[in-house]
């Protein structure tokens, strides 16, 4: 177990970075996408930016963690999600309540981006909705929200109390709402007011005839230490104070999710002055092989083999005693049984307050913890096959215990043992695209950033690479398999 630590808590530490450069968080959502790349690029030198981490509790658990030091966010959703603030409040008084905790609210960047529901304009025409208040006498209409806004205190449930509103909403994916919504899928979705695809799609964005949203102001959330850390850091950042409009802020957005254009484009646009640039040309070939792509192979290679390598450690001895010892095989595989179900964003959400830190260290342990099932029971499996004569075989040699575990029952087992390896690897390469909405980078931060542009160019390009990787894994343990077993091979050959 001291082994399986080091190697997770040594790969941790490989691909940390310096403590004196700036980590900048974002959400995964296309606005605080470029929000966070604008914050990134704002500072001399540059700093590191972690994109797309998920919702508001992980993001604001990482920040309070130490494992970023800043990332854009809004008044209201700290007031109303965060703090759980009723009423008006000013940010003299966010500042006050966050100050505990060791966090700070400044830089205000000049925009409102407010909540909202919004339907087609001319279903909204068709059935006189122009409030929300409207909206609740329409039972049957359809709601596709999203999984935020569903679960937020400022959300779906102060809604439903404020305008009595009688729906049952499904939950879906913002990225893809817009075009639920416009194929006739759903009627109403939520919407942010500078959503650049709200005059495509024809929209008609619904009066909060009574004031249930606050303002929603980007600003800046950071930790209290951070001016005195970075002060260079910090004076760039607070330049960027007023300096994003709201119809800006549409424009941007509207570069990223109608013109394909990389969120480091439009930062780079927006710090230059020219937010309104060309629409980049732009092909699947030059997006698959772009300047990201050997990072974030090795990312996804780490993260893989590590956990891989620190399962092999601990899963083999685990089988082993299930097999061994007939009391301790349930409970063995049952424990790695019950940890094979348990949805990977949660198990990552679970390990970053655990851990107190984002990125690699819990993505590594989250796989590891998930490598175990298939070695475990293959193990078990191999070593309960040995057939019970070659058992008494090693007996009569004289064998001990221990010399006919490693001389008899593992080599006849080994390729029971190999099988399931490979089976933890395979599943590994997937399930490490997950680990990038908590930052620990890989192919699925091309896949989060293609589900929250809706872009499939760009989930393709970090799919297609990881199912490859997949594929050329199989088949290096294939062949591994053919050199090492050649007589396996045959006999499997000649019962065909």
Do not use: C
């Not at 685990?318 to 198990?347: D, K």
């Not at 058992?391 to 399931?420: H, K, M, S, T």
């Not at 990038?436 to 293609?450: H, L, V």
């Amino acid at each position: 177990m001291k082994l399986v630590l080091a190697l997770l808590l040594l790969a941790a530490a490989g691909a940390a970075q310096s403590g004196e450069v700036l980590r900048v968080g974002s959400k995964r959502f296309t606005e605080s996408y470029i929000l966070g790349e604008i914050i990134a690029q704002s500072v001399p030198g540059g700093a590191e930016h972690k994109p797309g981490l998920g919702n508001t509790g992980i993001v604001y658990a990482a920040l309070k963690a130490g494992s970023i030091d800043v990332y854009p966010e809004y008044s209201g959703t700290i007031a109303r999600e965060i703090l759980r603030l009723e009423g008006a409040f000013t940010l003299q008084e966010l500042n006050r309540r966050l100050a505990p905790e060791g966090l700070g609210v400044a830089v205000p960047l000049g925009f409102n981006d407010s909540y909202a529901l919004a339907m087609r304009e001319a279903e909204a025409e068709r059935l006189s909705v122009r409030t929300l208040s409207d909206l609740a006498r329409h039972s049957g209409l359809k709601f596709g929200l999203s999984q935020e806004f569903l679960a937020r205190a400022d959300g779906w449930p102060a809604l439903k109390a404020a305008y009595a509103m009688p729906q049952a909403p499904a939950g879906l994916d913002h990225g893809i709402a817009y075009e639920a919504v416009a194929a006739g899928k759903i009627d109403v979705m939520d919407i942010y007011s500078t959503d650049a695809k709200i005059e495509r799609f024809k929209l008609r964005v619904l009066e909060d005839d009574r004031g249930v949203f606050p303002r929603y102001d980007a600003v800046l959330l950071y930790r209290l230490e951070l001016p005195s850390r970075l002060p260079p850091a910090w004076k760039a950042l607070q330049g960027l104070e007023g300096r994003i409009g709201e119809r800006q802020m549409i424009a941007m957005n509207a570069r990223a999710e109608l013109e394909h254009a990389s969120f480091t484009e439009i930062a780079r646009s927006f710090l230059a002055g020219s937010a309104a640039d060309a629409k980049p040309a732009r092909s699947f070939l030059a997006l698959l092989f772009g300047a990201d792509f050997w990072r974030l192979t090795r990312e996804h290679l780490l993260l893989v083999f590590v956990s891989l390598a620190a399962g092999i450690v601990v899963a083999i001895p685990l089988g082993v005693v299930a097999a061994r010892i007939e009391a301790a095989a349930q409970p063995i595989l049952g424990v790695v049984g019950v940890i094979q179900t348990i949805p990977s964003l949660a198990l990552l959400a679970f390990l970053i307050p655990l851990l107190g830190s984002i990125g690699t260290a819990p993505a590594l342990i989250a796989l590891f913890l998930y490598a175990l099932l298939p070695i475990v029971r293959n193990t078990h499996a191999g070593i309960l096959g040995v057939g019970q004569g070659m058992r008494q075989a090693a007996l009569a040699l004289g064998l001990r215990p221990r010399d006919q575990l490693l001389l008899v029952e593992l080599p006849l087992a080994a390729p029971a043992i190999l099988a399931g390896i490979k089976t933890s690897a395979v599943i590994n390469v997937g399930t490490a695209t997950i680990a990038a909405f908590i930052g620990a980078g890989g192919y699925g931060e091309r896949i989060a950033q293609g589900l929250a542009l809706n872009d499939n160019t760009t989930l393709l390009a970090g799919a297609i690479p990881a199912a490859l990787l997949a594929l050329i894994i199989q088949g290096a343990f294939e062949w591994i398999e053919r050199r090492a077993f050649p007589s396996r091979q045959r006999r499997a050959q000649g019962k065909t």
